[in-house]
Each structure stands twice: as C-alpha cells, then as structure tokens.
C-alpha cells in the first residue's frame, strides 16, 4: 500500500435518497439497498476506517417539485461534505441521481477556500451538460456539470454562494459517448475537455485517465472524481440509471483508479445513478464496492 496523507483519513459514505432529477426515480433507492447488502461496511475488514452517515433526504418538501427538491437536497449535501471535510474525513458521496453532483462538489470547492480551485474528473456516459434552454427531456441530472460550470438555473448555480465552482481548464470528462450537440457546444465554447469513448479505446484508458489526472491537478489545490455508472458498459453493469450501450468495463476503470489510491490531493469520490430495480444478482452493487476499494484510502 502507498503511503500519502490519505492514508490517515476515515472515509464516510453520504447516502443521497434522491432521484428527482431524474425522469425515473428509482435511483433515489440505490444508497439503502447497498447499505442493507453491507457490501460497503465489508470495506472495514480490508483494513479501512469508514463509517455511513446518515442518508439525506428532502423532508416535508414537494417531491413533484423536481427544481426545489434537487436544490434543497445540494445545499444540505454541500454542508455534510463541509463539515466531513472539516473533520479531515474523505466523503464518499453515493447518489441518487446524477443532480446531487451540485452539492458535493460545491461542498467541496467551498470547503477548499474562494482564492483556491478545483479540479474534477467527471466519468460519465453523458455530458450532463444542458440547462432548461436546451435539454429536451428537463431532467436536471443531464444539467450539473453546467450548473457547476455556472450556467443555469440560478438556483442550482448559487449553492454555496453565485458563480462558477469549477473553472473550465480544471475539468475534464471520460467515457462520453451519447450526448446533444448544445452540450458538445457549450463544453467546446468553454475549453472543457472532453474524451469520447473512441478516443478511450484508442488510447487505452490508463493513458488517458493519466492525463486526465495531470489536467486536473496542474492549477488546483485538489481535485474530485464524479463517477456516473452508466460510463460502464451495461452489458456488464444492468443496474444503471440511463445505459448507453460501448462503455467501459468496470476491471478496466478499477485499474484506472488504483493510480489514484494514496493521492492526498483527491478531494472526493461521488459515485452516482445506482438502479437497485435493473440490477442482476447485485452485480453492480458489486462493481460500485470493488470501484470503491480500488481507491479508497
Ligand atoms: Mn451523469
């Protein structure tokens, strides 16, 4: 085991019960299934501090009320992840929908201080990347790296106060390969990196994760990696929230991740869009522990 500052660290994992920003809600499911299977609490016996925190949820609010649940649900995300950050724990972030993505990484980059950046690797089939003008279907889960970015709802981009959290040249994405061309354009418009599927085969994703990881570092006081499962083929992954078929198998992105393990400057790990309801066997409950162990400190 490689030594670093990380190894000190607990994890805890922050459950988000929520699937609102998506157009169907079973992921809102995903943290308390993988909680009931102990599959992540197993972590413990390979010699790692972690413990789970309590689930957030929206409470008494409207849950048809797609924009206010998914805004309530960031900001008392962002204040778990400041207070966990705090404390020098390392939050382990587990969705709910993709939307959450807006509180983690606003906690964070809140957490770090405003005259410092950050840096994020987003692990996505999609680009996430609409707002309310261009996306066709409204899901919100297709709008946080945006939001992140500062464009869109202006409640969602204030989390944590107005403005961007991410600047464009601290972040990059890996595994895209279904998209509209309004996000390829704004994400071009930007200077966001972005490597498409073919270019992941074509090189090989320990090349290009490697990169990715100098990328996001090169400016930033730390950076965060956003896993959405449907970046894994669904072939092998069933329980995901949107599959989109020629993603990437899931020993080849472990692999990819060992290069992470110890690097004090990993700010976060979110891991989201978990469907308990398509799942087979457990086999992508299965894939979300063995991701975790393959960086978790
Ligand atoms: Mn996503």
Redesign the pocket.
């Known amino acids: 085991m490689r030594s670093g500052k990380l190894d000190a660290r607990s994890t805890v994992v922050v459950g988000v019960a929520s699937g609102y920003g998506a157009g169907d809600p079973a992921c809102q499911d995903g943290p308390e299934v993988l909680r009931a299977l102990r599959f992540l609490s197993d972590l413990e016996s390979a010699g790692k501090r972690f413990r789970w925190d309590e689930a957030i949820r929206i409470g008494d609010l409207d849950p048809a009320d797609a924009l206010a649940a998914v805004e309530n649900i960031a900001s008392q995300l962002a204040d778990r992840i400041g207070s966990h950050l705090s404390r020098r724990e390392f939050p382990l972030v587990i969705g709910g929908d ?1 939307s959450c993505a807006i509180g983690t990484w606003s906690g964070v980059k809140r957490a770090i201080g405003s005259g410092r950046r950050l840096g994020l690797i987003w692990i ?1 089939a ?1 680009m ?1 990347s609409h707002t309310f003008g261009t996306s066709p279907s409204r899901n919100i ?1 297709g709008m946080p790296l945006a939001c992140l970015l500062g464009l869109g709802d202006p409640r969602l981009t204030s989390i944590c106060g107005a403005g961007p959290k991410l600047m464009a040249e601290d972040v990059c994405l890996i595994g895209v390969r279904s998209f509209e061309s309004e996000e390829a354009a704004l994400l071009e418009k930007l200077g966001v990196r972005v490597y498409l599927m073919d270019e992941v085969r074509r090189r090989g994703l320990p090349e290009v994760f490697a990169e990715a990881r100098a990328l996001v570092g090169r400016h930033t006081r730390g950076y965060g990696i956003s896993i ?1 499962l449907d970046a894994l083929d669904p072939a092998e992954e069933p329980g995901v929230g949107s599959p989109a078929p020629g993603g990437l198998l899931c020993a080849e992105l472990i692999d990819a991740l060992r290069q992470v393990h110890g690097d004090e400057k990993l700010m976060a790990l979110e891991i989201v ?1 978990y469907n308990p309801y398509l799942d087979k066997n457990f086999v992508t409950a299965r894939a979300i522990h063995d991701l975790c162990q393959s960086l978790l400190p």
Do not use: I, K, T, W
């Open positions: 993709h996505d999609h996430d889960h959405d869009e």
